[in-house]
Nanobody, 121 residues
Framework: QVQLVESGGGLVQPGGSLRLSCAAS????????MGWYRQAPGKQRELVAT???????NYVDSVESRFTISRDNAKNTVYLQMNSLKPEDTAVYYC???????????????WGQGTQVSVSS
């Protein structure tokens, strides 16, 4: 079975930093796009950042210049470096990856379990 395991969430003061990690494991043939979503209480899940296999990254406007997405293809891992955090960044963060398991004909979407990020003084 393919799974994504996240780590790195927590409580931080405004202006602080956190780094989220998400590692894919299992019988994997290929990993394509990867990314991070977040969901704040009472709000819909929103896309935060995505990164292609070649490293091209895209961000939602609200995190541009503060967050950096990266990936280590050798470790099947995607990261989200979050700097200058604001209270409005408080949410559960979910990693996402389009993965083709071994022997599967096509790739499918996989999700991590979510990690809480809280920004508060």
């Amino acid at each position: 079975q393919v799974q994504l395991v996240e780590s790195g969430g927590g409580l931080v003061q405004p202006g602080g930093s956190l780094r989220l990690s998400c590692a894919a494991s299992g019988r994997i043939f290929g990993i394509y796009s990867m990314g991070w979503y977040r969901q704040a209480p009472g709000k819909q899940r929103e896309l935060v950042a995505t990164i292609s296999t070649s490293g091209n990254a895209n961000y939602v406007d609200s995190v541009e210049s503060r967050f950096t997405i990266s990936r280590d293809n050798a470790k099947n891992t995607v990261y989200l470096q979050m700097n200058s955090l604001k209270p409005e960044d408080t949410a559960v963060y979910y990693c996402y990856a389009k993965i083709q398991p071994i022997l599967a004909p096509v790739a499918s979407d996989y999700w991590g379990q979510g990690t809480q990020v809280s920004v508060s003084s």
